[in-house]
């Protein structure tokens, strides 16, 4: 196929074209970086705007709306002249003619290719399930969940059976780490605290909220002693955690594990992630994820000039260990890079090793009930919940957000609100969705 080549903008300061693919947490840092130096780069990212992901579960639940977490990927570069912004999808990468290939057939040559295409959900070779259980990566997923949440307690409030009433009020979470975690209190939170003031028939707070996971305990990447007050409190908030189960069957009404069956309104996949596509295209060597094996540089081995990071990369710790797909290491990998590549670009100086530096992990374990943990040092509870939000302001890409978001969270606090209750037909799965009703809904009515 001949491929229509797209022209790089004009540098002000002609020195490379450095494309980089995906505005996530780590390419926007590169974008800013070289656009602070006056380096011309162009940023290709299919959506127009940056996720700020580790908020997708309030979406989901109600909590806050999808425009509260996105933010346009032109409005955050809008200081950065030299940096030119692609809405466009990457379908292929050449690296022997160094050149990207989008969808809509063109092309785009680089002299520096900065690969953050981070990554998207993974269900581990069970991909038939990717219809039966949704998955928490785009605003479109915190949506649907949203939509097919409240949904399937409109519809139990409707239903004249009770078992189906009771079925429709089962929701399975798949995979009790942090997004699981975070899921399953604030679905708990929900049902409990706000839906039960609103439903005259059902009570939501009866709502069976099970969250499953694979191994001995959940939060595998927190200590022990907080994992326990992790469990501790979503069972207080009558959450039923399962671990060391596997699940085996998912279908359109029940899904089950240890050889049950259960009946199931809606699950939700939060077992994981693997990297974008894209890893594989540039023929270096990857994990067996399909993560670009990086060296310090973030440099791709054999392809010097092809950097990976974030998600989509592998790279290992002083100690051997692989880095987390977190955004505080994509954040800190993309000021490292872009500081880096600007200085290779105009003084010709080589780029560092990555270093990072861990700002201490959080999670949220219900209303003013969260786990915070640095090295040895490690809180939980109210001050932990304090800690996570100064760290998820801080990493807030725009003003507008961390201003909003700010007093969406204190306000829901206080109130036990969750103002962006909206059922968008849109979202809704029309093809057999678990969260209709089997019965005559208006036959009780
Ligand atoms: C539900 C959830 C909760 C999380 N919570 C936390 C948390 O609390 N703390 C934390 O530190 N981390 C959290 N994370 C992880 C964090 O969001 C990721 O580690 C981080 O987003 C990785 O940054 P990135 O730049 O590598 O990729 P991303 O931020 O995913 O950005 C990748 C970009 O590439 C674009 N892209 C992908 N493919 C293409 C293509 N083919 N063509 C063009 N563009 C493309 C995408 O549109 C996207 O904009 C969470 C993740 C999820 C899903």
Request: aromatic share 8%.
């Amino acid at each position: 196929m001949r491929h229509e080549a797209i022209q790089n903008p004009t540098p002000k300061n002609p020195v490379a074209r450095v494309v980089i693919i995906g505005a996530g947490f780590a390419g926007l840092e590169v974008a800013k970086a070289l656009g602070k130096a006056g380096i011309a780069a162009t940023v290709v990212d299919r959506r127009n705007y940056h996720l700020f992901q580790p908020l997708l579960y309030q979406v989901a639940t109600a909590a806050l709306a999808a425009t509260d977490i996105a933010e346009p990927i032109r409005k955050i570069l809008r200081p950065y002249p030299s940096v030119q912004v692609l809405f466009a999808e990457v379908v292929g990468i050449d690296a022997a003619a160094r050149k990207i290939r989008l969808s809509d057939g063109k092309s785009l040559g680089y002299d520096y290719l900065v690969l953050a295409a981070g990554s998207r959900t993974s269900y581990f070779g069970n991909d038939k399930w990717g219809s039966l259980a949704l998955g928490l990566k785009s605003i479109e997923d915190s949506r649907r969940i949203r939509s097919e949440l409240l949904r399937a307690f409109e519809n139990a409030e409707r239903a004249s059976d009770p078992a189906e009433q009771d079925r429709l009020m089962s929701v399975a979470i798949i995979g009790g780490g942090p997004t699981g975690v975070e899921l399953a209190g604030s679905i708990a939170e929900l049902s409990r605290f706000t839906l039960a003031r609103d439903f005259r028939r059902i009570r939501p707070q009866d709502a069976r909220i099970m969250l499953i996971e694979g191994g001995p305990r959940l939060l595998p990447g927190f200590s022990r002693k907080l994992a326990d007050y992790a469990r501790a409190r979503l069972q207080k908030l009558g959450v039923i955690v399962e671990t060391n189960q596997t699940v085996d069957y998912i279908g359109e009404k029940e899904f089950g594990f240890a050889g049950k069956k259960i009946p199931v309104g809606l699950v939700i996949w939060a077992a994981g992630v693997g990297p974008s596509p894209l890893g594989r295209m540039i023929g270096s060597p990857t994990d067996r994820a399909g993560r670009v094996v990086v060296g310090p540089n973030l440099q791709v081995s054999g392809q010097s000039e092809i950097f990976a990071l974030g998600d989509i990369a592998y790279l290992e710790d002083e100690d051997g260990k692989a880095l987390p797909g977190l955004a505080q290491v994509a954040k800190q990998q993309g000021i490292h890079l872009g500081r880096g590549l600007a200085d290779l670009i105009i003084e010709g100086k080589p780029i560092q090793p990555f270093r990072y530096r861990s700002r201490g992990n959080t999670a949220i374990v219900g209303r003013h009930a969260a786990i915070f943990e640095t090295g040895r040092f490690s809180l939980k509870g109210w001050f932990a919940w304090l800690a996570w939000a100064v760290i998820h302001v801080y990493l807030l890409v725009g003003f507008q957000h961390r201003v909003i978001v700010t007093t969406q969270w204190l306000w829901r606090y206080l109130t036990y609100e969750r103002g962006a209750r909206v059922i968008a037909f849109d979202d809704l799965d029309h093809r057999g969705s678990r969260t209709k009703i089997d019965a005559d809904p208006t036959a009780s009515l």
